[in-house]
């Protein structure tokens, strides 16, 4: 008996030292459950009471998700407002969203949610994640703190989830046609090199004059980002030069003894200098930074020690994952009790993203910034939730499901480069059919027709003109396996005009017209 | 005696006298027929039928917008001009040749010449057709089908009017007129030159 009683008091003593009951079961009372699919993408809405660790609370809850491992069209791609140099900048998930489907055809946004907490000091470094971002394998930002996570993003549909590591910087000599030609290690920013076969950079904000006789390369930048400590930089080959000079605004420089001597960056290629990322992140083509990791292996975590005010309700974003690999975003409402609106602590974040099947979660900004988008019938987009701010917040960045597939990223050509260019197709015409016809290239696999700028494949050397009246100017370049051959430059223009129905019809009686005319 | 005489007399026949045509004015003789003689008028539309050399220049305007063609016709040779771009024919008994531009040369096909019967444009007009109003020519009205009929093929329903012929000391020199189409009216302008010194010279293929 008297070892009952022991057992007994030791069983209490362990319960009321397991602290508070971060243990507990969460239960969601439904009021309203409305589920809908966009273009495979699946929202829900769940209006209701969250009763977790004893309080009831009132709750709005959106979920935005699609299974992106399964479909090779539907992908999740991030998105901001960055201008391209001096500043980082900010805007609405919406300009975000147009920022994407601008600078990437190939991706209809569906919706999606706001990402990275950000600087939000009246400087220039306003709207600076403050964890990295990878916006198409270019590391524009790489985490004013080193320990933030990111949430990656691979072509072939896997998520990267966890803390990037960097190792230095690396410059990156693309082809025209995004080819990686070569990776050449940046020994460091704005000094000059310690030896002859180093490379270092110097980017706008170095002012003094640059003294050395070693070679420069002035690279034209299409994007500069830099904080004084993390640097990126993008562009094309402006001039090079060995003379004192000094770096102009949105340039950077590339110093090096005899550097591209062997005429390694030419002005059809394009080079980037970033930090080279690793532990994972390698080959992620989107990331976004976020913060707490609220689930693991499907369990709430139950001890958080970061984020904003763990323990106090806010509003809340998360990014979560499914063992199917779904990739959802949970935005919640808050700082709106009249409406129903209570908002949600971490704790009960990483519940509400358990009760949504994730096996990973990551908590993300929050507050005014929670945010949820939808695409709507008319295209544009509807915001799904309730921004506490009454109004949608200018924020760093965002991370959007879209549909459309990736193009994918050409194989490394090496340096120097042994292929053998293709011929340029040639020999344009406009066949009785209406269809554009060129002489075919030896060695071609299929063609690229540009019509006044957008471009079209054709698998051979005939494309359907499917044009409205007006005058064109066509461009084709032949494609090759890229192996051994690389693909042709595009043609010379061939200059269309199309003319009205009408007056097609009318060119076509006069010619009949004048077939009757001749005599023998 | 008087038998021989009989017979010599009964031999002789009368001397016809040559009948002499007088045609009225304005007539002329035309194997002994007397016909109108034709107006100088009249006489161009003749001269512009048999033409086998010639240039016409075609401009169609539809409200602001303006198409300017050049067709020309020397014997077995023809070419089409628009956009800087000339296309070539030849006849070849009952086919044609056909030039067209590919890249900065020419290629050539052999093609058929549509089966057409239908009214051959300005050479099948009639001078009975026009009347004049303050001097210019006019096609009258009721010919307007007529004309119109060149184009059904590719417009059935389409009309023709406003046909003004202005004609030089030989040949026509300018047709004007309109053809309405589903509501949208067409402006065609053409304009005729160098009758007989026309010269089409094929592209080497």
């Known amino acids: 008996m008297k070892k009952l009683w022991s057992l007994l008091i030791l069983l209490i003593t362990i319960f009321m030292f397991v602290g508070p009951s971060v243990n507990a079961e ?182 003094m004059p640059i003294s050395s006789t070693h070679n420069k390369v002035v690279v034209d930048a299409k994007e500069t980002k830099m904080d004084g400590v993390r640097y990126f930089g993008s562009g094309v080959l402006l001039s090079e030069n060995t003379i004192e000079m000094t770096v102009q605004d949105h340039q950077f420089v590339i110093v090096g003894t005899g550097f591209n001597d062997d005429d390694l960056i030419t002005s059809l290629d394009y080079v980037v200098v970033q930090r080279k990322i690793g532990c994972g992140f390698e080959d992620v083509r989107f990331a976004v930074g976020v913060y707490d990791e609220i689930v693991k292996d499907g369990v709430p975590v139950t001890y958080l020690e970061r984020g904003l005010d763990p323990s106090f309700k806010h509003p809340r974003t998360a990014i979560g994952q499914k063992a199917d690999g779904t990739i959802f975003f949970v935005v919640v409402d808050g700082r709106n009790k009249p409406l129903g609106m209570d908002g949600v602590n971490l704790y009960e974040l ?18 005014g910034s929670s945010t949820m988008s939808l695409k709507n019938e008319e295209g544009s987009y509807d915001i799904l939730n309730t921004p506490s701010d009454n109004t949608v917040r200018s924020v760093s960045n965002g991370v959007f499901i879209v549909k459309g597939e990736h193009i994918p990223r050409p194989a490394p050509v090496g340096f120097p480069d042994m292929r053998i260019r293709l011929d340029k197709p040639a020999n344009f015409f406009v066949d009785s059919n209406g269809d554009l016809r060129f002489d075919p290239v030896n060695n071609s696999l299929s063609y690229m027709v540009s019509i006044n700028g957008t471009l079209y494949a054709s698998d051979d050397d005939s494309f359907d003109l499917d044009l409205q009246a007006g005058e064109y100017v066509i461009r084709v370049r032949a494609l090759a396996d890229q192996i051994n051959y690389k693909h042709s430059d595009f043609s010379e223009d061939f200059i269309l005009i199309i003319h009205p129905d009408d007056v097609n019809r009318f060119i076509n009686l006069l010619k009949e017209f004048l077939k009757r005319e001749m005599t023998e | 005696m008087l038998f021989i005489a009989l017979f010599v007399l009964g031999s002789c026949q009368q001397e016809e006298v040559p009948t002499v045509i007088n045609c009225g004015d304005g007539e002329i003789l035309v194997d002994d027929v007397c016909i109108k003689e034709k107006s100088d008028f009249e006489k161009t539309f003749d001269a512009t039928d048999l033409m086998t050399n010639y240039t016409l220049t075609i401009s169609i305007q539809q409200s602001a917008d303006l198409y300017e063609m050049t067709m020309m016709v020397d014997g077995s040779k023809s070419s089409f001009e628009m956009d800087d771009q000339t296309e070539f024919f030849e006849k070849q008994g009952s086919m044609i040749d056909r030039y067209y531009p590919v890249g900065e040369g020419y290629r050539k ?32 009205t009721d010919y307007n089908d007529e004309v119109a009929d060149f184009f059904q093929g590719e417009f059935p329903g389409s009309t023709v009017s406003n046909l003004e012929l202005i004609v030089g000391d030989t040949y026509f020199e300018q047709i004007i007129f309109d053809v309405t189409v589903d509501s949208v009216m067409y402006r065609f302008t053409m304009t005729l030159s160098a009758v007989g010194t026309t010269t089409v010279t094929l592209p080497t293929v």
């Open chain 1, 26 to 207: 969460m239960r969601l009372f439904i009021t309203t459950k409305e589920t809908e699919f966009v273009e495979g993408v699946r929202h829900t809405e769940i209006v209701g009471q969250l009763e977790y660790d004893g309080v009831t609370s009132n709750q709005v809850i959106n979920y935005l998700g699609a299974n992106v491992s399964q479909f090779a069209d539907l992908n999740v791609v991030v998105g901001d407002s960055y201008k391209p140099h001096d500043s980082w900048g900010r805007g609405t998930i919406i300009a975000h969203a147009d920022d994407i489907e601008e600078r990437y055809p190939n991706y209809d946004v569906i919706g999606g949610v706001n990402g990275d907490f950000y600087n939000t000091s009246i400087t220039n470094l306003n709207g600076q994640p403050q964890g990295g971002y990878i916006r198409n394998f270019e590391n524009i930002a790489t985490g004013v703190v080193s320990t933030r996570p990111l949430a990656g993003f691979k072509d072939d549909g896997t998520a990267v989830f966890g803390v990037p590591c960097y190792s230095g910087y690396q410059l990156l000599v693309y082809d025209e046609d995004g080819a990686l030609k070569k990776e050449v290690a940046v020994e460091r920013i704005n000094d000059l090199p310690t030896a002859n076969d180093k490379v270092t950079v110097y980017f706008d904000n170095y002012d």
């Open chain 1, 350 to 367: 990483a519940q509400i993203m358990v009760y949504f099947e994730a096996v990973r979660a990551y908590n993300m900004d929050g507050g």
């Open chain 2, 109 to 140: 096909e052999s093609i058929t010449q549509t089966e057409n019967d239908s009214f051959h444009f300005f050479k099948d007009l009639e001078a009975s057709w026009f009347q004049t109003v303050s001097g210019k020519y006019f096609l009258k």
